[in-house]
């Protein structure tokens, strides 16, 4: 069965939206509405500058990003941190993430993006039980909706 894009993003429009999120894969373009989505539905407006924070994983690595994903916001009730290349964290390093995802910040909302992200892997079974996990691939033939 496919996976449904619109269903999943339905899935995040609640008054407590989830603390983590996990989100990527080939079609760039599910993944970035999703990013839009959750950027709407955290930041305040006015606040979006203060308690928004976007992160590179292979830059600044696990420490850094769980540092700032345990930063209380300012002047809101929420704030969005949002990493890239997550699939790039070292499996052997994962036991902080793990430890995070136990136990998120309540006033967080973790954004996690990867480009493709094997399933199989330690990381990716990570997320998949502790975070919403959305996988988004480009639909094919049989999928596409006739006009």
């Known amino acids: 069965m496919p996976f ?5 993003l339905e899935r995040l429009k609640v008054p407590n939206p989830p603390r983590v999120l996990a989100v990527g894969g080939e ?18 407006p006015g606040t979006e500058t203060l308690n928004h924070d976007r992160l590179n994983a292979e830059q600044v ?12 916001p300012m ?10 290349n997550i699939e790039k964290i070292d499996a052997d390093r994962l036991k902080p993430l793990e430890a995070y995802l136990a136990n998120p910040c309540p006033s967080t909302v973790l954004l996690l993006v990867f480009g493709q992200l ?23 033939d049989g999928e596409m909706r006739r006009i």
């Open 75 to 84: 002047m809101g009730s929420l704030r969005l941190v949002e990493v890239t």
């Open 27 to 44: 079609e760039r373009a599910f993944v970035e509405e999703a990013r839009q989505t959750m950027r709407s539905l955290v930041l305040a």
């Open 118 to 140: 094997d399933l199989r892997t330690k990381l990716a079974k990570l997320l998949d039980k502790a975070a919403l996990l959305g996988r988004f691939t480009h639909p094919k």
């Open 61 to 72: 690595g696990l420490d850094r990003i769980l540092m700032v994903a345990e930063s209380l």
């Open 4 to 8: 449904d894009h619109a269903a999943w």
